[in-house]
């Protein structure tokens, strides 16, 4: 065992993810299962000169999050089911005023208070609609404690690069599970910092409608003295009522993500080159989808695990290409049936879509999986 | 051309104000112009955190670092920006409603941890921006859109909130006694530790019409009538004391202010 | 290769902080590990449960529905627990706890609380004392790795105690074992 | 050092305050803005600069 | 004009169709475009008897309606995006304790604080997926001032009949438009109220498995000691950690309402028998479709309109039925584009579906409706 | 078979509670038993409403009609409830991280209505729930899971807070006196307005252990300690006062109430 | 038949009530009429528009792109809503405005803020006045539907001298109609 | 009418709360419980059943 492998929990690896990142901020307020990620930020963050501040509740969190951004820091919130749904008015925020940040969402059981301690992927569409009016996100979803470290890295890469605010979604799966994590060297991945000014002060337009879509971001205190709302704006920064401006507004936020998908869609496929029934799941699901499709390559069942990183955007393209050759399709999610709704949207009607699903707190088993696909497919399949 | 302290600390191209004509809170927005302009704070550490409302407008107009954010929220924003950058002179300029209708809770603690930010609050005893409904200190027995009866409500003390609360200055100005607001307003931007400036403001548009107290001139001179400087209170009889309003410095005192606490948290850790 | 142990007992005796430590040992031992545990109230004062799966390649699904090894320091937990382990597993718990099954053929009684008080002088060893038992029943594991897993895990000033208490847990074993055979 | 009224008519609102509370009186509403009826009796008190809510007269230094 | 023919804005007529409905119980905090509704509320309700409250923020008005509806009221709160974004983890709250009441939410352009006078239809898609958590939802969207009264009647009474929070999804267009209404007379429109228990009170179960999935509900203070909890529980209230029991509650909460879904989805057709061009579109928008299609078949172009007036959930099979011989589908709404998702994934690929959209605080006219379908489809349609 | 007060007011058949060895939550939630029963209240007309906490798990106990409900807003349910039947006796129990944290904003603001609901807050000084983070009660210094170097946060007066916000009965007692607690329950009880009483809890699990008091017994000896009766204070020396914590009746006015003043308004309309 | 009007002026002339009224009395007079106006900051210093559509059939599309009338009390008004009006549409303006403008053959100017001041000692019923004014131009409206809506609508007490300061309308137009014919 | 101290075994947890405060210091604890060592000496003062956080010991009339 090398110095840089620990035991971890997905929560911690979160946390050291986001300091390898460069975060320096954290503020939340403790919710079950997402404690942990400010436990060990409070622990860790002062002996680096990091800033950890426990709020009086998540609207807080998430607002003294933002402002830190905008004083220059790269800064993070963590939360659970209810405290997201506070989050969302501030989400939205950001998102008009181009803040980068980071929020972790560790899902568990609900609606509401539910089950505080069981897992669940239900949050997934709330990721992408819970604020109001149409804005755009990134959302990312790691089903190992390595890949937590990892996607937090790209976390904290994407809110800055496009400053954006980006949701990592976690599950309680993987937020509370300890296992083997190799951190990687200072340097080993990249890290992204926010595009600075260099323009003369005077000059500055916080939110001009630039080619790579994404204007540089001067922080308080540096002498650039812009405005920020969450009105609509124009490029100064400063509210219009401006249809035109408006317009021109909402289409850049949109743009650059749209524009740049290739950097921001994140996915694996696992034994799909051959597989004509595949698996589509996303998180800590992914892992009863490999033990199952193990189990079923030894019975010469062809299944394949398409398994979905960057969940917003919903990466539609990609899908197509995998999913093309394969009929069968199935979409295993620890929830109602969420993510299958996008996946029936992209392929369509020529699919057999089926979903498997649990809302009751339990985690999905790979004998669950093995057994609806021995169920719906292996008559036809097998030989 | 506008005057010396207007150009020097208000954005004069985003001039005239959307305020309605006798608003208050453009007489409020000046002071805080005098009061950093008198007290020479350099421009670039200074940033202005506001809500949602006419008041927190005034964010947009002032020539710093000016945020405008979510409704009730402008103390939790600027908690974030100060505990960030200490070294920034911090700002909160709030309505009654903004600040202790939805933003109560963020106000009472910004007072509790004691943190080194200014808090301006334009209190006109009413929603201004969503068109003149009762706020926490809109007075019992007052009219309002949503309070077409007579307001049941008993309104909040601001300032008595905030000494109760923890903060660790607190005063009480008004639009017409322009003198001392700006000394107040000075006195808390000196102030380390977390410090409270009530405005009396005046909204002749929504308070002023569903109250028929008539023009912007006629609530000033209430305010002129009612407003007694704290200190006198000892010497005011019984029956006064109910209709006035008291003006002054209610709490000055210094304990340990939250970023210089935090700073000793991380030296801790200096090698 | 691939052993999945459940961990339980009442909230407070350390079953946590033992899984931990044994899915630490085994990760230093070049083996992969998870390990997972019950959260919430319950966790407290009643049933905690702590488990962990330890493999030479890949594990994906986290939760243990079978245990291989069952490590009980309380009755209750016993009762709960029991009926998840099958025939081929192994049963572990303190000598003051009674067993009634007939089909489980491996079971464990060790004085494992009173070993950590005639160590300790108190009971809050027993983990560490449950934990020395454990290391004998899985193979691959390297008990010094274990031990610096636990030197780093424990308050600090403890270390040598925990180690003493482990130590008597191995002991425990093999006298057992040496009894038996 | 003198200070005399400035009137920035495009941006009064025609309030009347400072109107109301210039001590010497001489300051009036007309339909559009607000006028100096006697510049002369100025004594630069500035109280009607203080109270403007919308910047339009203040006190401007002339040597 | 009759006594009951009357010019109200579409709030007033929320209010008055909330009064008709049986409200009683009003609690709210201001945010334009929907104050109306508390003003007009706290005017009209003390003279019935009724309570009306403004309360200190968003949250605290959901929760005092929602304690309301415990207490046995008709209850209802409205706001608009920002308010609708920090009622989520209440409006989930409701769902799953089972509390009717209605939450108006008169949408305005967004994200955060927008145009807060500006017109849109982007909180959709909030209105099912906002709170954490999977949970039912209805919420209806009416386009003309009366259907607002009637839509709020019947808002009140699905609340009622399936115990359930019920959605108005208002927009500035209704919202704040004045025209003529027809005061439907007392008895005119069916009122539900809620069923109430007629067991022994030691032996109900507020929480019941019950045939038709709704358990009657007692109010606090009738002697029915029961307990309410956002935790997962069982048939008696009580919290459960039990997978099975948490299943069979979720699974009666969606079956109250897949059962009823003939009850429940409301919709219209203006020219669709002969239709080869269907505009799918609800609330305000309805508005320029109507006109659109009216020009549109003044030229022969053969265009028809499906208006959905129950959003959630969203009228599939109907869909389909009208859609069957139409190829061609425009989906009009003033959005990014979020009708048009559910409507892709109900018909599939084999449907040429485009979406006319608008995100900068402008209504879309009949002009632009006409000019796209002109330029898109009008080559192969017009002789 | 338990005692007669158990039988009586709590659920037998949901006991034992969840809540850990020594907590004193058990202590506070018999006190109110109790008060209600020596007040003979008609158990159908009381109703208790509480948030999310180790606290608030006290509601499900209680055999009247009980309301758990979201984290923090408990008192924004109970105003719902109060107005809409003024008839019951509506009793809210939250923790000190329910009520003055997230749920800072609805206690104030019920303060201010002066509604006519009893608050019961059993203030441990730490988030029990979710496993000891420090809660704004916390004394600095203190160390909690989120202030592993001491926490640097002043803490909230909570009896203060509430007088400042206009509460009109405010007391607090504590599980080791268990005697004036209820008293003090009892009178917020029969109090017409809204009355706040604090019962000084302690959670062994958390905040014993972190700040390593010991045991459950240790920190009962604390309170038998440091707690002195609010009449007391004039007579105590300086420092003293600073270790002290005050227990009694703070405040005990009488001001029109919000749900008595909401009839008057409906009275105008009664033909 | 359908009309287009937009009332236009500063705020707290009272321009939205004119056009409730006049919505309210075409309804009452059997028409369909919808009415809409500006929202927001801007409507209380600044500008304020009401626009009413009137006709006999369904209305659908409420707002107005290009209106048939158009009334402006305030120079700021006009010059901004102006260009909106097409060359067959009819402007009605206070006397005190400027209406630099060849193309729009009906330009009505009437001394409206003056009439006001006679009949009610301050420009407060400018807003009847011009009610008076516009429903001289919209046929099929009985002007007995709008004093109707009127004296429901406007405060206690002021219901007669508003009805006064509407038929000072009516009169205004109907004398510009003799004069000029 | 006397009082006598009972206790209801299956819900102590074992807190020793009770006995710290008797105030003749007859309550003990066990493995499982508390006990009472001398019942005789009970004063009926109560202050276990105040204090204990679970309902496990209480007074119970007896005539
Ligand atoms: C979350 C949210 N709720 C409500 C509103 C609507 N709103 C905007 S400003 C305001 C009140 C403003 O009152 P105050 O802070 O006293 O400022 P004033 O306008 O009187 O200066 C309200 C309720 C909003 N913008 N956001
Ligand atoms: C919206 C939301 N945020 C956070 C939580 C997590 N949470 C549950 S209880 C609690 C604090 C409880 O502290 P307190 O009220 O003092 O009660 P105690 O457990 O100490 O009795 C928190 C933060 C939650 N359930 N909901
Ligand atoms: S509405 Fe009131 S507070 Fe707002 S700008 Fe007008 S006068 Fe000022
Ligand atoms: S105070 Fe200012 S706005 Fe008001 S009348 Fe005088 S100059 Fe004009
Ligand atoms: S964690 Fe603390 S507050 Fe919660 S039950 Fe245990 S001792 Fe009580
Ligand atoms: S106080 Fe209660 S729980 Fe504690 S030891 Fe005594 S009987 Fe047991």
Known sequence: MTERTKLLQGNEACVQGAIYAGMRFFAGYPITPSTEIAELSSLLLPKIKGKFIQMEDEIASIAATIGASLAGYKSMTATSGPGFSLKQECIGYASLIESPCVIVNVQRCGPSTGLPTSPSQADLMQAKWGTHGDHPIIALSPSTVEETFELTVKAFNFAEKYRTPVILLLDEVVGHLREKIEIPKAGELEIVNRKKPTCNKDEYKAYEYCEDFVPPMASIGEGYRYNVTGLMHDETGFPTNSTSETGKLMNRLFEKIEANLDDILIYDEYKTHDANILLVSFGGMCRSCKDAIKKLRKENVKVGLFSIKTVWPFPEEKLKEVAKNIDKIVVVEMNKGQMIQEVQRTLGKDKDIIGINKINGEVITPIEIIDTIKEEYLRCLVK | MPSEIVKKNLRTNRLPHIWCPGCGHGILMRAIAVSIEELNIDKDKVCIVSGIGCSSRAAGYMNFNTIHTTHGRALAFATGIKIAKPELHVIVISGDGDLTAIGGNHFIHACRRNIDITTIVFNNNIYGMTGGQYSPTTKTGDFATTAPFGNIDKPFDICELACGAGATFVARGSVYHVPNTIKYIKEGLKHKGFSVVEGLSICPTYYGRKNKKGSAVALMNELRDKCVNITKKESVNEKELEDNIYIGVFKDTITPEYTDEYKKVLDKFDK | MKVEVRLSGSGGQGLILAGIILAEGAISSKLNAVQTQSYGPEARGGASKSEVIISDSEINFPKILKPKILLSLTQKSLNEYLKDVDKSGIIVVDSSIEVECREIANIYKFPIIDSSKEVMGSSVAANMVALGVLSQLIDDIDTENIKKSMIKRVPKGTEKLNIAAFEKGIELFNMSIHANH | ?63
């Open chain 4, 1 to 63: 050092m003198k200070k005399t009224v400035v009137i920035e008519s495009a941006w009064c609102k025609k309030c009347g305050i400072c109107v109301e509370y210039c001590p010497v009186k001489i300051l009036e509403l007309n339909e559009d803005t607000v006028y100096i009826k006697d510049s002369e009796k100025c004594i630069s008190c500035g109280k009607c600069e203080q109270r403007c809510p919308d910047y339009a007269i203040y006190l401007q230094k002339t040597e």
